[in-house]
């Protein structure tokens, strides 16, 4: 909460200017700007999801994981998923394995290279309100995203409505 | 073991008259061709150790889980792997994620698909003294590997002995 706040004074104080010649941002607004601040513990040690691919400029390979309630709510194909359930998305370069590849003779096999970025996603219906419930997270080297880039998350997630703003499938 | 038996049964008919006409298979190989012919319980449960995706004909991604003993021993970096040592490799369909790139905008997500096979690999140096220590496992549809393909694993992983012929690295 503490670099959270932190994060909220750094951000006022270097949006400064723009808050003078901008529009006064909402209350509403500024309210529901809550994120994920620390980083659970043991998330690595919860169990898989699936694996996900992303090209492009992320070039990004992956591993989702879920606490227990997410995995059961998963496997339950329970929606909209419970308050206490958390997600973690691990994410890597996705980078050729040069020494799978000398032993397979071709250039096929692509893993996970140096971590780029862990994010989360916390269900909890009564502080998250204001994004669907949920509470998004991202980070680098352990810090925090900015203010700017974690209010990208919602926006995007929310386009997920049917399956509760989450993008990843639980692969069986 | 029962199943095992059959599978042996059912090569060793088909394969009678390339028997007949071929060299004599000496015992040892009889001896070393022991194969995981059960699934390991529970394996979905197992940890995350690391995703992977294989391009070309094989078109997959997958997530590698490993049990207790396998998750200790990549933690503390353990080569090689002790015996008890169970590593599965969930592998799918390589496919885009429709939903995903609506979303996105762009073709950039790649999501597993069907379930094509798990494969395992059992660590018990003296059943396994044959081939590394390591007895290899390959089910798809729940069903086992015939004796030909399972022949192909030892060969090839053996060719990763500076990891204890396991391709895949604890993603941290």
Redesign the interface.
Known sequence: MRRFTFLLIAVATTAGLVAIIGPAPGHADEKSASYVTEIPQGYR????V???????N?NS???V?GNDVAIKAYREGKLPFPDGTIIAA?H?R?VP?E??N??FG???????GA?TNVQFMVKDSTKYAATGGWGFGHFAGGKPGDAAFMKSCFP?HE??KGSDLV???Y??
């Open positions: 040690d919860w169990q898989w699936s694996s996900a691919h992303e090209a492009g992320l390979l992956g591993g994981l691990l890597y996705y394995s020494e799978n000398k032993v071709e250039a096929q096999s692509f893993v996970p971590p995007c386009k997920a993008f990843t499938r692969a069986p």
